[in-house]
């Protein structure tokens, strides 16, 4: 059976993926790279700690990669630690998992993303597309969801807004702009993944909107 490996299974996506792949019959061992060990044990786990800037500690054969790393702006606090975090480690961990034996690749970037866009937060997301597209995977899957529902251990009030506006008139909105679960987008990437067909796919957000079901 195959190994995947997941980062980022602390965040919204992520921890809603992790369990469908721990449940999966494809994958005999699930990888887990993460700062902080997760609340959960299974036979299947196997928890990596690391902050993402040394990747070293992954040293195992892995077949299929689920990169659900992001952040905020307010969040991180500032451009540069946005970058490292939505930039420099997806390529990182894409690399480090590439010389692993990795043959899919499947990461979230955004809605819009552009490395030419006026807009900071499109241009990094673009950027990685574009530099993941140059590495040479048998499959690279990039998901570009539009806002996502789903529990938030910190609270965005503007978020929390927006949400309640576009779930109320969530019938009013073209497919590919309405918001979309978190449980959508997990089992997106693992139907991704999965498939393993060569090339490198856009998943715009209409397409994920179909497994909110």
Known sequence: ?????????????????????????????????????????????????????????????????????????????SQERFIQVDHDFPLALAKATLRLGALSFTVITAIASDENSRWFYSRVKGNLENELKQLGFKNLNILRPSMLLGPRKEFRPAEWISKQIMVLFSWLIPAKYKAVKDTAVAKCMMNAGLQNIQGDFIIENAEIVRFNT
């Open 1 to 77: 059976m195959k190994t995947a490996v997941i980062a980022g299974a602390s965040g919204m996506v992520g921890s809603a993926l992790l369990p469908i792949l721990l449940h999966s019959d494809e994958y005999g061992k699930v990888i887990s790279l993460g700062r902080k060990k997760l609340a959960l044990e299974h036979p299947k786990l196997l928890q990596i700690q690391t902050d993402f800037s040394d990747l070293s500690v992954l040293n195992e054969h892995c077949d299929h990669v689920y990169c659900c790393l992001g952040t905020t702006i307010r969040v991180a606090g």
